[in-house]
T-cell receptor
Framework: DVKVTQSSRYLVKRTGEKVFLECVQD?????MFWYRQDPGLGLRLIYF???????EKGDIPEGYSVSREKKERFSLILESASTNQTSMYLC???????????????FGAGSRLTVL | DQQVKQNSPSLSVQEGRISILNCDYT??????FLWYKKYPAEGPTFLIS?????DKNEDGRFTVFLNKSAKHLSLHIVPSQPGDSAVYFC??????????FGKGTRLHILP
């Protein structure tokens, strides 16, 4: 019954490594989002996408890029990981449009990344 | 600049009593507000929402109140149960579909 799947629950990487976080949803949602959660800072939006090959910067895009080649898949890329990118990364998806259901995000279980 | 603010990092409530979680926002263009609940090591799950054209929405033990003039919303849980212990996030939707979250409030339900 899992609807948003994040490929890795736990990752440990070294500073400077390239990191890929993958997210797949099976609900035919138009919108997909990447957030990071840090203690005392809540959920902060990194990037979001409202269509295939479309992306929009969120509040903290620096050091990240994204890729959405297919509707169901949204990837977060850390080109050169740094220790301040150690965090819990959460992928989410939602319908597009202005009806009430369009606002409800369905989240994955999260990927905890540690950068050494 | 924080557009969605949850000023109480934590809250403790006796089981069976009412839990009230508060949220303030600064952007008058937000058109939808949502509450999410998060357990450790899990993704947030949707709880309840309210459109900016309404002032109250109720779903079982959960009620959300919106005061647009004060740019304030609150989540009431009554009666509070042990399983309600979690982190609660207030969120708001912008016109461009962007959903902005607050920092969260950790709710402890005491036996």
């Amino acid at each position: 019954d899992v609807k948003v799947t994040q490929s890795s629950r736990y990752l440990v990487k070294r500073t400077g490594e390239k990191v890929f976080l993958e997210c797949v949803q099976d609900m035919d949602h138009e919108n997909m989002f990447w957030y990071r959660q840090d203690p005392g800072l809540g959920l902060r939006l990194i990037y979001f996408s409202y269509d295939v090959k479309m992306k929009e910067k969120g509040d903290i895009p620096e050091g990240y890029s994204v890729s959405r080649e297919k509707k169901e898949r949204f990837s977060l890329i850390l080109e050169s990981a740094s220790t301040n990118q150690t965090s819990m990364y959460l992928c989410a998806s939602s319908f597009g449009g202005s009806f009430s259901g369009a606002n409800v995000l369905t989240f994955g279980a999260g990927s905890r990344l540690t950068v050494l | 600049d924080q557009q969605v603010k949850q000023n109480s990092p934590s809250l403790s409530v006796q089981e069976g009593r009412i839990s009230i979680l508060n949220c303030d926002y600064t952007n008058s263009m937000f058109d939808y507000f949502l509450w999410y609940k998060k357990y450790p090591a899990e993704g947030p799950t949707f709880l309840i929402s309210i459109s900016s054209i309404k002032d109250k929405n109720e779903d079982g033990r959960f009620t959300v109140f919106l005061n647009k003039s004060a740019k304030h919303l609150s989540l009431h849980i009554v009666p509070s149960q042990p399983g309600d212990s979690a982190v609660y996030f207030c969120a708001a939707r912008n016109r461009d579909d962007k959903i902005i979250f607050g920092k969260g409030t950790r709710l402890h339900i005491l036996p």
